[in-house]
């Protein structure tokens, strides 16, 4: 592709999550805007999908072209022109997916915490017990016998629980 021996960089991916070294290395000291960055596919920048997003976004923020090999559109254009709009229509494209794909997933999570929340399935922490001594603290407390802190630490917990129970309408 017109590289030269000095200007090739290799990163050997494996079947666990790659360390990419050499393409952070690049980035770091090689990458300059207005350079063009040739790469065999796209998840050569990442395995994870917002890996892939950060990856892109720096490379758009840099001014750096991207040319993917296996993207035959990014490899046809001739002048510098051609290139820089070729890379950018890839990297709104690529924005354009990953935003989507965020916002089905967060309307998948909230329809599947509403149809819990609806079959009445608790979600969040589990309340802490309040302990039978409770009452005699909340009493003693309310004397100025004990501190917050000292009721919280009977309970064994902080005093802003003790103080949140203490305010609490009484329960049923």
């Not at 999908?49 to 923020?61: I, M, S």
């Not at 001594?133 to 407390?141: C, G, I, S």
Request: proline fraction near 2%; charge should be positive; include cysteine.
């Amino acid at each position: 592709m017109g590289a030269h021996e000095s200007e090739i960089f290799i990163d050997v991916c494996g079947h666990r999550k790659s360390s990419r070294s050499s393409l952070a290395m690049l980035k770091r000291i090689g990458l300059r805007e207005g350079d063009r960055l040739t790469i065999p596919t796209l998840y050569c920048l990442s395995d994870l999908k917002k890996g892939l997003a950060d990856e892109l976004n720096w490379l758009r923020q840099h001014g750096i072209q991207l040319r993917i090999a296996d993207i035959p559109m990014t490899m046809r254009c001739s002048d510098e022109t051609e290139q820089r709009l070729a890379s950018e229509m890839l990297y709104q494209v690529i924005d354009a997916t990953v935003l989507k794909e965020r916002e089905e997933k967060r309307q998948k999570q909230s329809e599947g915490i509403r149809a819990a929340q609806e079959k009445g399935v608790h979600i969040g922490r589990k309340p802490k017990e309040r302990g039978t001594e409770f009452e005699t603290l909340k009493q003693q407390w309310q004397r100025g016998e004990i501190s917050l802190r000292e009721a919280g630490r009977r309970l064994g917990v902080t005093h802003q629980t003790f103080k949140k129970w203490v305010e609490e309408p009484e329960e049923d």
